[in-house]
């Protein structure tokens, strides 16, 4: 697998360390101690920030973190294109963006809010840690003004801890991720484009999620879930409105297509990265998928950019 270059928001306790800055290829890399160069992204489990912090670090470049950015705006007009979409931010709207998502944030010269950076782990309680791994989120949303209030409250005590002195204990320590559990839980994050999810959907969306660089045929879920092929591709159908087969495409072409975009990857490599034998099946199945040929689709993504 290549390692990902990634855009690191800058951390509590590491402000003149360097982070907050992408890592890119004039720069070098940011090393770890055993010289991995994998980089933390952030040094505690839940971090907060404001756009006017945003706007000092943002190049206009996309940027890819390995942590969950949940955005809750204000007030102003902008938007953020998440994994090839544009999206538009106004006032009173939620932004989501997963850990691996390529974005970009543009015109966001007026927006006030705040970001919150967090790790997979950093919800606490069950319903919120399933919310934030499911994978179809949806990356744009609306805030109800009903539950405004609610999500102002829950923001602004998240916040006021996050910035506040180190905590003096353990019971303090833990406030951050209640505080995240409980501001989850008021946004409501809905689900993107599949929909509710049947628990057999589920399962093969999260078998998908590991394994897909590996396995890239439905039968291989089907068996590995002990579920026959046809029974399998109709969860999948019910959920999605897209059969198993066309599932796994579809996942495997939005990874290549950060890794082309983002990466500046050769088909080779994505081909190495993605489990294909060699450049030449990569291609196919990515022309095949998209209409065009990877190489082709890299330098229009890339226009400009």
């Known amino acids: 697998m290549t390692e990902i270059r990634q855009m690191t928001y800058e951390p509590v306790g590491d402000r003149d360390g360097g982070r907050g800055r992408d890592r890119d290829r004039d720069r070098g890399r940011d090393r770890d101690e055993d010289g991995s160069g994998s980089g933390a992204a952030v040094t505690s489990a839940v971090e907060t920030m404001t756009f006017d912090r945003l706007r000092e670090l943002n190049d206009g470049g996309t ?70 791994a499911s994978p179809d989120l949806a990356a744009r949303w609306r805030i109800p003004d009903a539950d405004q209030p609610y999500v102002d409250a ?92 066309a599932y796994i495409v579809d996942r495997i072409v939005l990874e290549a297509k950060r890794l082309l975009a983002h990466e500046g990857l050769t088909a080779a490599s994505c081909a190495r990265a993605l489990g294909f034998p060699d450049a030449s099946n990569f291609s196919v199945f990515f022309r095949n998928a998209t209409g065009v040929r990877p190489g082709a689709w890299q330098a229009t993504a890339t226009a400009g950019g």
Do not use: C
Request: glycine share 6%.
């Open 154 to 245: 829950a923001l602004s005590h998240l916040v006021l801890e996050t910035t506040a002195a180190p905590p003096p204990d353990d019971m303090a320590a833990e406030l951050p991720g209640i505080l995240l559990s409980a501001l989850i839980a008021r946004l409501r994050p809905p689900d993107g484009e599949a929909g509710p999810a049947n628990p057999t959907f589920q399962l093969f969306r999260s078998s998908v999620e590991a394994y897909f660089r590996e396995q890239h045929g439905a039968a291989y879920y089907a068996r590995a879930l002990g579920y026959a092929p046809r029974t399998l591709s109709r969860a999948v159908q019910q959920a999605t409105g897209r059969t198993a087969k």
């Open 63 to 132: 940027q890819r973190a390995d942590f969950h950015v949940l955005a809750v705006v204000d007030a102003g007009h902008g938007s953020v294109t998440v994994d090839f979409l544009r999206h538009p931010i106004e006032e009173r709207s939620a932004v989501w963006i997963a850990p691996g998502a390529v974005h970009r944030w543009a015109d966001i010269a007026g927006v006030a809010g705040h970001l919150v950076l967090f790790t997979p782990t950093a919800p606490v309680t069950r319903a919120t840690r399933e919310r934030v």
